[in-house]
Structure formats: C-alpha cells, structure tokens
C-alpha cells in the first residue's frame, strides 16, 4: 500500500470520531509537506545491530542498538554500543536530529519552526 493511501485511510478514520467535531480533513485537498527517500543497510554480530540511514537530500544517520532480553545487561550494553561506535570512528548523541527536521532544516524553514515551537523540542 503506499503511504500516502494509508494517511487517507487514517484520517479518514479519524474524521469519523468524536475528534471530527473539533477538526476535519477534506482528503483531496491532503498534499505532503515533505518527501524523502531512504536507503538502509543494516548489520548484524555479537547481539549488536547496526542500522545506516542515507536519505535522497545528503543526510545520513546511524544506530547502534544491542539487542538483550535481561535489563540487568543495561551497563554491559552501553559499553557494547560505545565499543562499537569507537571501533566505527562515529561520535555518539543521544538525541540525533530526525531526517523528517533535518529535511525541513532544509526544504521549509518556517514549517520547521512552527513544529518545534508547537512541541517545544
């Protein structure tokens, strides 16, 4: 399905909520406000699992995530993810910029402000 029908889908869902009342979408005049694309590579080893973002405008990111089913292994984890980002040469934050504010950074300013002002990131 692509994505774009699925957002109808789910407004027009919500249009049909007790919600309705307060806010209602005409889903022909729905236009998106951003479109990227994205390649991923993902890696696999030693329960750590590394995931590379490259969007079509310039941005990459990356996680490194160690999979455990025992929150006892939290510290052990957290070396494991620093281990791994020191053998990659990859500075660490843990908040990185998403690529949807990172492509409005970009593409439409003024739409990025108001997003941030509204959820006071």
């Keep these: ?11 027009a869902g919500f249009n049909n909520t007790e919600h309705s009342t307060e806010h209602s979408y005409d889903l022909e005049q729905l236009v ?3 479109e990227l ?4 590579l993902e890696y696999e080893a030693d329960q ?5 973002d ?7 990111v990356g996680e490194i995530e160690v999979v455990s089913s025992c ?4 510290q052990s984890g957290v070396e494991n993810v620093q ?3 020191a053998l990659l040469n990859v500075q660490t934050v843990d908040r990185p910029i998403s690529k949807l504010m990172t492509y409005l950074c970009v ?3 003024a739409l990025r402000d108001k997003i941030y002002s509204l959820f006071k990131f």
């Design 1 to 11: 399905m692509l994505i774009r029908q699925h957002v109808y889908r789910v407004i």
């Design 37 to 40: 694309t994205t390649q991923r």
């Design 71 to 74: 929150s006892d292994d939290l």
């Design 83 to 85: 281990r791994v980002a």
């Design 54 to 60: 490259r969007t079509d405008f310039g941005y990459n």
């Design 107 to 109: 593409h439409n300013k």
């Design 48 to 52: 750590v699992v590394i995931d590379l």
């Design 32 to 34: 998106p406000y951003a």
